[in-house]
Every structure is written in C-alpha cells, then in structure tokens.
C-alpha cells in the first residue's frame, strides 16, 4: 500500500477512535481518574491557575519552580489570584484558606516522586518542556502517574519521547485565566494510551468541572491554529500603519462583541508566548499566516512581554 495512503488512514483511524465532546461527560467510578496527588511544574501565569483549582477541587498540590525566589514569587501569584476571587464574591475565606493550605510550592523536584497526574507549565521552549520530562520520567515513583504538558504548540510526541513512558503523557492545555476559563484541550500522541486519556478526561470533567475538546497532536490544536493567525494579523494591520492598537482593538471589541481586542488578547496571553506559539505554527505548517511578524519579535526582544511585564501594545499596572 502507498505511504501516503497509509498515513491518511492511521489519522483517519486517530480520529474515530476520539471520543467526541459530549461523551467527554461520562462519569467515571470512584476518584476521577484515580488521580488524587497532583504536581505542577512552573508556576507563571498558567502554572499557577492550575495548581489554584485543583487545591480549590480539594486535592494536595505541589508546585515546582525553577528557582527559590520564584517559588516565592509563584505562590505570591496564587495568593494574589485566590483574594481576588475572595474580593469579587466568588470564594469564601474557608475556600481560600483551605486552598492555600493544600498547595506547596518548591523549587524541589524529589517532592513530585508520589504525584499522580503531573501538569507540566514552564515556559514554551521545546529544550526546556524536554528537559522538564527528563527530569519528570526520573523522580516520579508511581508507573501509573500521568505526565500532562499545557504546552500551546509543542508535540505531545517530542515529549513523550524523552521519557521511558510515552504511553502516560498526554497534553492537557488549559486556557488563561485557568479558574475563569472552562476550556481543557486533551491531546493525545500517535503513543498515548486509551487509559491515559480517559483517565486525565475523568479528572478534567468530574474533578475540575472543565470542558474537554479532543484534537490531534498538531502545532497549535484547535483553539490556537484558529486564535494565533488572528492575533498575527492585528499585529501585521498595527506594524503596516494601517490603525492603531487602539482602534484594531475597540473594533473588535464593539464591532464584533469580543470581551477584549486581539492586541489585548495577545497582551495577556503574554507576548513571548505568543511569539513562541505563532514560531511552532510556522514550523509545522510553513504558511505564511503563522509566521510571527517582525514587530512582535522586537518587542519580545525589548522585553515587552504584555501585561505580565506591565507593558505590551497597551501600558498595565505591574503585577
Ligand atoms: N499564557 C497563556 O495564555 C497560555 C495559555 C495556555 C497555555 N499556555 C502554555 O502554558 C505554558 C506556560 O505559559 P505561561 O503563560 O504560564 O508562562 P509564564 O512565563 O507565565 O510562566 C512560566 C513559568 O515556568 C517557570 N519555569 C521555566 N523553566 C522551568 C523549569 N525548568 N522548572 C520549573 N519552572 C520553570 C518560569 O520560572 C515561569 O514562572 C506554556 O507552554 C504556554 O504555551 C499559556
């Protein structure tokens, strides 16, 4: 049979083997997955949001950092985040308090060795997710635990990979902001196994209360080969002198009735990540539509990172 021929049917075989989304809403017996112990690497902005609802869902959670002061600084992140749901009515002092009581964060690897499902949310750098996953395959004592990535573009298959269990890793991306935002993308690899991901859906679905979409390991899954190249071309629209940041943005926002305007969004996804995703994209795809725009490239370059460096297209208070 002709290669190519044979690749469609496996992909064809992927995609019907996929569970669609509403029966991503079956129930699962006893604890969710059998994942109770939870550990998450990198604790930024979406580290720090997945270790907030799962201590809100009552599980113990350790958070992994690079680095002491970052440690600090992360747990600082979830604090800041639990008060403001505290402030807006969404949470109780018992609910924040019996969250923080359940998340510890550390710059310790050893201390994932007895986690279940491990999230990996460090920067997105393919050499720095792999080197994570190294480490991951390591100290994580149980052949059973899960290692998830939230990473936006990278293969799942690249990561699985460097372990010696690439049938236990999955990608698990969450949307920003992680406690406001339902979304979970659930990405298998060509080795992923059926136990993994029906184990990680229960645990997304049942325990965290989120809504699972299903995609193929491809650059980007669903949400972002659709959201990058729209971002990319407000920045492209911006870069030309065709209209400001401002007007690109209250376009989108009163013309089309989006919460926010595709700088803005870009802002807050932060713009390095943006950069990154849109670079990944370009790799897989080569259309000229993923290829990041020079001026976004500077302003990463200058440090701009969006609002999480108080500057981007628009100023912020720092965080
Ligand atoms: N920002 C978004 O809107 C968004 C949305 C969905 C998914 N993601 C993905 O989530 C991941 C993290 O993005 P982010 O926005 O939270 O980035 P971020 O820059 O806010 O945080 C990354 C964190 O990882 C830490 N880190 C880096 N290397 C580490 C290591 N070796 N060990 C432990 N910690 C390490 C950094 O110190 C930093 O705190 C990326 O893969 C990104 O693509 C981001």
Redesign the pocket.
């Known amino acids: 049979m002709p290669l190519l021929t044979l690749c469609v049917e496996s992909d064809l075989t992927i995609l019907r083997s996929m569970p669609d989304s509403e029966a991503s809403e079956r129930p699962g017996p006893g604890v969710p997955g059998g994942i109770e112990r939870i550990g998450v690497?990198?604790?930024?902005?979406?580290?720090?949001?997945v270790a907030e609802v799962s201590a809100r869902a009552g599980l113990a959670v350790v958070v992994?950092?690079?680095?002491d002061e970052?440690a600090k600084?992360?747990r600082f992140r979830i604090e800041a985040s639990l008060s403001r749901g505290l402030k807006s009515g969404k949470i109780s002092q018992e609910d924040l308090d019996g969250a923080l009581a359940k998340i510890d964060v550390t710059?310790d690897?050893d201390t994932l060795g007895a986690c279940d499902l491990i999230v990996?949310?460090?920067?997105?750098?393919e050499p720095?997710?792999e080197?994570?996953f190294r480490?991951l395959d390591r100290v994580v004592e149980n052949p059973e635990a899960i290692l998830a990535?939230?990473?936006?573009?990278?293969p799942i298959m690249k990561l699985g990979m460097v372990t010696a269990r690439p049938e236990r890793v999955v990608g698990l991306?969450?949307?920003?902001p992680v406690p406001v935002l339902k979304l979970v993308e659930l990405v298998p690899s060509l080795l992923t196994g059926e136990d993994t991901v029906s184990r990680v859906e229960a645990f997304a679905t049942e325990r965290l209360g989120k809504r699972v979409i299903h995609c193929q390991d491809r650059a980007g899954f669903v949400v972002?080969a659709l959201l990058i190249p729209y971002i990319l071309s407000a920045v492209r629209m911006m870069e030309s002198g065709f209209a400001s940041a401002g007007d690109i943005d209250t376009g989108m926002v009163e013309g089309c009735a989006h919460p926010m305007g595709p700088l803005a969004l870009a802002d807050?996804?932060?713009l390095?990540?943006?950069a990154?995703?849109a670079q990944s994209l370009y790799e897989e795809f080569k259309e000229p539509l993923y290829a990041p725009p020079p001026l976004l490239l500077r302003m990463v370059e200058a440090g701009l990172?969006g609002r999480?460096a108080g500057r981007g297209f628009f100023e912020y208070a720092r965080l």
Request: glycine content about 12%; aromatic content about 6%.
């Open positions: 690497v990198g604790c930024g902005l979406m580290g720090s949001g992994v950092e690079a680095e970052l600084a992360g710059s690897y990996e949310a460090v920067t997105e750098s720095a997710k080197e994570v480490i990535s939230n990473t936006s573009s990278i991306h969450f949307f920003n972002n807050l996804i932060g390095d990540t943006t990154a995703v990172m999480k």
